[in-house]
């Protein structure tokens, strides 16, 4: 399947697109997980990432253009791909629309994980992540909480709030999202690709989206 997935910061898109990859074989692709790393590393784009970042403002359109232009040529995309935090921006959508053309590519639908601001906030400040780059499992201090001494469960380093996790940092990300990232729903609209999905239990999520997909 060929999708791109929508949603509020913490609506669930990184954990719904890891089910459907296990599904049919399709690539995850997260351009947060790819600048995550690449600010780990140290590398020329993890520096021009870095301070967008933290601060839970968007990093340049033209810097993401760069990264998906690359890494919609790779060959594992041709197996389908799960667009996970991107396109964020009307002139990411409009940019990856080109793309698909070019590439010879279309996309079966646009998935909007539509999930109360409450239940939004309340996983974002008990959200923790696991800190090696190589794993980055998803916890929660509530709901699935890390060993009791603060480490994964899969490879023991510690789990952390991400910097971008401080309540400063999410209602900036909340804002930046409503402001400039909920238009892409009526883009999509638009296209005649939306699928809205309310559902907020992620093996319900999936079997929504693949009843969905099949009409
Ligand atoms: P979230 O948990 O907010 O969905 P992500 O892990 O997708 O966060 O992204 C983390 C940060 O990386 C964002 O707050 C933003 O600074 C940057 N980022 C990720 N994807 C994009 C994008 N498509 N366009 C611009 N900035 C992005
Ligand atoms: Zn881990």
């Given at each position: 399947m060929r999708i791109v997935l929508l949603g509020a910061p913490g609506a669930g898109k990184g954990t719904v697109a890891k089910s459907l990859t296990e599904f049919d074989g399709s690539v995850q692709i997260s351009t947060g997980d790819i600048l995550r790393n690449a600010v780990k590393a140290g590398s020329e784009l993890g520096k021009k990432a870095k301070g967008y970042m933290e601060s839970g403002a968007l990093v340049p359109d033209d810097l993401i253009m760069d990264i998906m232009e690359v890494r919609m040529k790779e060959p594992d995309c041709q197996k389908g791909f799960l667009l996970d935090g991107f396109p964020?921006?009307?002139?990411?959508?409009?940019?990856?629309?080109?793309?698909?053309?070019?590439?010879?590519?279309?996309?079966?639908?646009?998935?909007?994980?539509?999930?109360?601001?409450?239940?939004?906030?309340?996983?974002?400040?008990?959200?923790?992540?696991?800190?090696?780059?190589?794993?980055?499992?998803?916890y929660n201090i509530k709901s699935k909480p890390p060993k009791p001494d603060g480490t994964c469960f899969k490879c023991g380093s510690p789990a952390v709030q991400r910097a971008d996790e401080t309540e400063e940092a999410i209602k900036h990300r909340l804002a930046t999202y409503n402001e400039k990232t909920a238009p892409l729903i009526d883009f999509y609209k638009k296209e005649g690709l939306l699928i809205t999905i309310a559902s907020l239990d992620s093996m319900q999520i999936r079997d929504d989206i693949i009843k969905a997909l099949k009409k």
């Open positions: 964020r921006t009307i002139p990411q959508a409009e940019a990856l629309k080109k793309l698909l053309e070019k590439i010879g590519m279309k996309l079966d639908a646009a998935i909007n994980l539509d999930v109360p601001t409450d239940v939004i906030l309340d996983r974002l400040t008990t959200r923790r992540t696991c800190s090696n780059p190589d794993c980055q499992e998803i």
